[in-house]
């Protein structure tokens, strides 16, 4: 080993400030924990998505009720990230489904392909945010 | 003396295609379902309320739900067993995680045959 060599503090320590600011990820692993991040969210809120699928289903009042209830901005906001954790997770999804059975493994194409969920599931928030709104 | 940890064993592989035939399952699901909403009729109470009424959706809808109950199940025992070291802390969390999603699928259950 050369003298005199930068010699790095080891060993490092993921610390908060270290993940947000210092180390980088690879658009992959982007996808890769924002898919781990909207299952968990998915998780928590199906109680909020079943109340909901019950309320509208049980009676007229119901549905009217809930059809109010999604006008409202905070509502509409927090079903967006809930439409928006979907996506990802469906198309982010696929990716691992391809990854699995070795498509688009190459570093090229693995990088290709985050932009292309994370695109995609944009534009899908989009597209049906704008269908709900 | 054997420290021995509770990781279970052998159920790795069925867990792991598990998680992928679920989530095909899931995928098909999603699309026939925006595709059909989006291509009906405007959604009032009467149209959601017998499309929910038909046989054929409230058996693909629960298929969904089963799925989405194994899914989870996986799903979050990985993110609990990545994060959470202490293995009485974990077993409580994924005991909990399990009879909330039995509530989740009984309450769906419940939702389809009112």
């Known amino acids: 080993m050369a003298a005199g060599a930068a010699k790095k503090p080891r060993p490092k320590y993921l610390s908060l400030t270290a993940l947000l600011f210092e180390i980088r990820l690879p658009l992959a692993g982007w996808v890769s924990i924002l898919h781990r991040a909207s299952g968990a969210l998915l998780f928590a809120s199906t109680v909020w998505l079943l109340f909901m699928l019950d309320r509208s289903l049980a009676s007229p009042r119901g549905f009217d009720f809930v059809r109010h209830y999604l006008g409202l901005a905070p509502v509409k906001l927090a079903l967006l990230v809930l439409v928006w954790a979907y996506c990802h997770h469906f198309c982010a999804g696929i990716r691992f489904l391809l990854l699995d059975l070795h498509k688009g493994v190459d570093k090229a194409r693995a990088r290709a392909s985050s932009i292309a969920v994370l695109v995609a599931s944009l534009a899908l928030t989009v597209f049906f945010g704008a269908r709900l709104w | ?114």
Do not use: C
């Not at chain 2, 064993?9 to 867990?15: E, F, I, N």
């Not at chain 2, 699309?31 to 929910?52: C, E, H, K, N, T």
């Not at chain 2, 969904?64 to 959470?84: K, P």
């Open chain 2, 1 to 114: 003396m054997v420290t021995r940890t509770v990781v279970g064993a052998h159920y790795g592989l069925r867990d792991w295609l598990a998680q992928r035939i679920t989530a095909v399952v899931m995928a098909v699901f999603s699309a026939i379902i925006v595709i059909v909403l989006m291509l009906g009729q405007p959604i009032s109470y009467a149209v959601w309320r017998d499309f929910f009424a038909q046989g054929w959706m409230r058996v693909a809808t629960l298929l969904f739900a089963a799925s989405v109950a194994w899914h989870m199940w996986v799903g979050v025992r990985d993110i609990l067993m990545d994060y959470v070291k202490p293995t009485g802390v974990r077993l409580s969390a994924q005991v909990l995680v399990l009879l909330v999603i039995a509530g989740y699928l009984g309450w769906t259950v419940q939702i389809l045959w009112r």
